[in-house]
């Protein structure tokens, strides 16, 4: 419209030609311990923030994949077909070979084993090809493994340099840094262990609590002191006799004011 109030009008109609398609970029051979999950649950909104998936022009995309077998058992291999399309239509996909890696079990402490000591060393087993191991430690309590490994070692031992907490169950998992020669072979740079747990063993704590003195006390007399015995450990027990004079005896000694 001009400014004598001429109009004209057309009709333009715009068409995308040749849009490009997403980019999946997965690895072509996973290895995946034993016990782990099996199935990759991701939606393409989590391999986006990954970094795994995008798309030069920010479409919305649907990932899905289709296992060449049903039946997934340790020691077995296995390839995974990937497919992921845009709502253009356009679509990508790749193959990945996984191998679900034979049941591994650690030296010390046993996988699943309670009342462990607090200052128990880890040990797990070598691995054909490993040049180092990387050690990860964690509460079960929490959302993920840590980023970061506890230790970088060339030995398969670990012994902690502060005592673990008492009543806790930990988790654990070793990667396996191979060599130059292994890592052509099998082309991959690391092979996970399975994640293995154990739980610390429990301590009883006794407390004296309420300790109850008379105000005055002179030399020659009898006096009554009254104290109540409390456990704020983690562990229950059963007061015997001999305990109670145990801790009768300490506060007794306890009480005893050295002369000048």
Same mark, same amino acid.
């Given at each position: 419209m001009d400014a004598a109030g001429n109009i004209a009008s057309v009709m333009q109609t715009l068409t995308f030609s040749n849009p490009q398609p997403p980019? %999946?970029? $997965?690895?072509? @051979?996973?290895? $995946?311990?034993?016990?782990? #999950?099996?199935?990759?649950? @991701?939606?393409?909104? &989590? %391999? =986006?923030?990954?970094?795994?998936? !995008?798309?030069?022009?920010?479409? !919305? +995309?649907? =990932?899905?994949? /289709?296992?060449?077998?049903?039946?997934k058992l340790c020691g077995k291999s296995f390839t995974r077909y990937w497919s992921v399309i845009d709502d253009c239509g356009n679509s990508v996909g790749i193959q990945q070979a996984i191998k679900i890696l034979e049941l591994?079990? #650690?030296?010390? #402490?046993q996988d699943g084993q309670v009342n462990v000591d607090l200052n128990k060393m880890l040990k797990w087993p070598h691995y054909p090809g490993a040049v180092e191991s990387r050690l990860?430690?964690? %509460?079960?309590?929490?959302?993920? @493994? #840590? !980023?970061?490994?506890? $230790?970088?070692t060339t030995s398969l031992t670990y012994q902690p340099s502060t005592p673990y907490t008492p009543n806790t169950r930990y988790l654990w998992q070793v990667e396996y840094i191979l060599s130059s020669e292994s890592d052509n072979l099998l082309n991959v740079t690391n092979v996970p262990s399975p994640i293995w747990g154990f739980e610390?063993?429990?301590?009883?704590?006794?407390s004296a609590s309420m300790v109850i003195v008379p105000v005055e006390a002179f030399s020659g007399q009898d006096l009554t002191v009254s104290w109540q015995v409390e456990n704020i450990g983690s562990? &229950?027990?059963?007061?015997?006799?001999?305990? +109670?004079?145990?801790?009768? /005896?300490? =506060? @007794?000694?306890l009480m005893v004011v050295p002369e000048d």
């Open positions: 980019v %999946l970029q $997965l690895p072509t @051979r996973l290895l $995946l311990p034993c016990g782990d #999950p099996i199935d990759d649950l @991701r939606s393409s909104q &989590e %391999l =986006v923030e990954d970094g795994l998936l !995008s798309h030069p022009c920010n479409r !919305s +995309m649907n =990932v899905s994949y /289709l296992d060449s077998i049903e039946q591994q079990m #650690p030296d010390q #402490p990860y430690i964690w %509460l079960e309590n929490d959302l993920a @493994r #840590p !980023s970061m490994p506890n $230790l970088a610390t063993r429990t301590y009883a704590d006794f562990r &229950e027990v059963q007061y015997q006799p001999g305990m +109670m004079r145990f801790i009768y /005896l300490l =506060v @007794r000694i």
